[in-house]
């Protein structure tokens, strides 16, 4: 089989179970997960933080431009002879003209950066979406537990008062009484839990998703994995944002080592002045500069070896992400074979659990059971339903943290069928470094900055 699916008989029988819920439906799992993109506020930060490092990019471009600033400046001196007022108005510039590439270097840095970031806002994406997924299920979970806990009352009420009945006539003890008060006692304590476990559950889809679930649909088919775990490892290895992450941070850190190496070599700069004295005197002037470090201490030494060691970091940092994926790849397949036999398991448990329910009222009522019998099996059968219902929540879900553990579960790659975030666009109108207030590209990032609402 190519792909790992769903058993379909299993899962049919799971469906059986909730039969008592009412069939219309409102909402889906895909409408968790829109919503869960759209209203996150942990996405929305994120792509801030991705916002900022671009700012960084277009800053590192700025320092190989001319630094243009004006000076006007007026002075009164009160000297024995009389007052006299002095001034001047100028014009100054300073040019970054050569240093070695090391701007350059800083450039390259902070694309990197940009590019990193980028991965981390995937990774964010990513527990965005499998966050909307557990809720949704969970919310389906505790609704048909609470289903079954209802049921259970209801069935061990009718068991009392039948117990009851029976007593009266003589044919039960006070103590076939007693139990099944007992235990209607403990199904009534059961259910109280079971509300509570579900109004949690409410709560966290409400915060993941940004509204209170209404009726949830059964989840769709999960989406395709893979067919072995050499090959979801494979898959993770080349696409998990978390790597692609790590590898640019190897890459940030090597760039860092060359800039912190370039600072020992001299830089060239042109200067330029234009100013005018009260008297109207021409004060301009033009120059270079050539300009390095001999002696700071030994500061300059220690950057360089900080970067060095902070490279080595990133690398083993690369290392241990590549063995936590593949950890997690491991993890979540075996999740998935293990929710897949509870799931068989639990419908075979079911089903023999039901029959012999069956059998012990048919038996009480020859006097071939007794009351504890028959709400022994029906304890049994409540159990097996709730396992039943777990297994089939719990094997949905692990498809999906297969697909994250894989770095698959983005909303392209569910093919949810909304716009999403462009995280080139805000890039693209910053890299050069625009002047916001006069040049084209500024024009065309206050058209990004109107789309983001971020005027």
């Not at 505790?142 to 069935?155: C, D, F, M, P, T």
């Not at 409410?202 to 088919?221: K, V």
């Not at 640019?248 to 330029?272: C, I």
């Not at 992400?321 to 998935?336: K, S």
């Amino acid at each position: 089989m190519l792909f790992k699916r769903l058993s379909r008989t299993a899962a049919a029988a799971a469906l059986a179970s909730l039969s008592w819920q009412a069939p219309a439906w409102s909402e889906t799992l895909t409408d968790a997960l829109i919503a869960a993109y759209r209203t996150s506020g942990l996405l929305e930060q994120n792509r801030a933080l991705l916002r900022a490092a671009d700012e960084d990019v277009a800053q590192a471009v700025a320092t190989l431009r001319p630094i243009i600033n004006w000076a006007a400046s007026a002075n009164y001196s009160n000297p024995s002879l009389g007052d006299e007022v002095t001034g001047s108005v100028g014009l100054s510039a300073d040019w970054l003209l050569y240093d070695f590439g090391r701007s350059q270097l800083s450039i390259d840095l902070q694309k990197e950066t940009v590019l990193a970031t980028r991965e981390s806002l995937k990774s964010v994406e990513q527990q965005v979406l499998l966050r909307a997924v557990a809720a949704f299920l969970n919310v389906r979970r505790q609704n048909a537990l609470v289903g079954l806990r209802e049921n259970n009352v209801r069935l061990i009420s009718q068991q009392l008062r039948a117990a009851r009945d029976r007593f009266e006539v003589g044919e039960v003890t006070r103590t076939d009484v007693s139990i099944a008060e007992a235990r209607l006692a403990a199904a009534r304590s059961g259910l109280a839990a079971a509300q509570g476990a579900l109004a949690q559950a409410r709560e966290e889809y409400r915060a993941s998703t940004g509204e209170f679930p209404g009726r949830l649909q059964p989840p769709p088919a999960p989406p395709a994995t893979a067919a072995t775990l050499a090959a979801a490892r494979s898959v993770a290895l080349d696409r998990h944002p978390d790597l692609l992450k790590a590898q640019r941070d190897v890459t940030v850190a090597e760039l860092a080592v060359a800039v912190a190496a370039g600072s020992l070599r001299p830089s060239l700069r042109g200067t330029a002045s234009v100013g005018l004295d009260d008297d109207g005197d021409d004060n301009s002037s033009v120059g270079v500069t050539l300009s390095g470090p001999i002696y700071q201490g030994g500061q300059l030494s220690s950057r360089i070896r900080q970067s060095q060691a902070s490279r080595d970091a990133a690398r083993a940092g690369l290392y241990t992400t590549a063995q936590t994926i593949e950890q997690n790849v491991g993890n979540a397949w075996a999740d998935l074979a293990v929710a897949g036999a509870s799931l068989e398991a639990s419908d075979q448990q079911v089903r023999a659990s039901r029959l012999a329910l069956r059998g012990a009222q048919e038996e009480l009522q020859v006097g071939a059971r007794t009351t504890l019998d028959v709400l022994d099996r029906e304890q049994e059968l409540l159990d097996a339903q709730t396992s039943l219902i777990s297994a089939q929540i719990d094997q949905t879900l692990a498809v999906y943290q297969l697909l994250s553990s894989m770095g698959l579960l983005t909303v392209d790659h569910l093919n949810l069928g909304i716009a999403t975030y462009d995280p080139a666009a805000y890039y693209n109108a910053v890299k050069n470094a625009p002047t916001v207030l006069v040049s084209p590209q500024g024009e065309r990032l206050d058209r990004v900055l109107r789309s983001l609402n971020r005027n």
